[in-house]
């Protein structure tokens, strides 16, 4: 499965919302000084794709907003998760 899309619209420790778009076919890294939100993005992409996971022991699911973009084998899946609800689907239909 490999990430294409990642958009936070609402997380503790992100200040607004932003996409991580484009992203190559390979290995993409994500770098930059302490602070800036590396460590949110990874959670954020744990919290979308095992929703049982949840964000972290002292983040609550209401504080959680994300959408991502996913290709596998061929298809297309998006997942939306908006505090504890949680939606994924295969090509545009629901999953």
């Known amino acids: ?49 095992w929703h049982e996971r949840g964000i972290g022991a002292a983040i609550e699911d209401r504080e959680f907003s994300a959408r991502a973009l996913f290709a596998h084998e061929g298809d297309m899946w998006s997942v939306v998760r908006n505090g504890s609800q949680h939606a994924w689907q295969r090509g545009g239909v629901d999953a």
Request: hydrophobic letters at 45%.
């Open 1 to 49: 499965m490999k990430l294409r899309r990642l958009s936070i619209d609402r997380m503790p420790g992100i200040d607004r919302p932003f996409e991580l778009a484009d992203l190559g076919e390979g290995l993409n890294i994500v770098v930059g000084p302490n602070g800036i939100g590396k460590s949110r993005v990874c959670a954020a992409v744990r919290a979308l794709l």
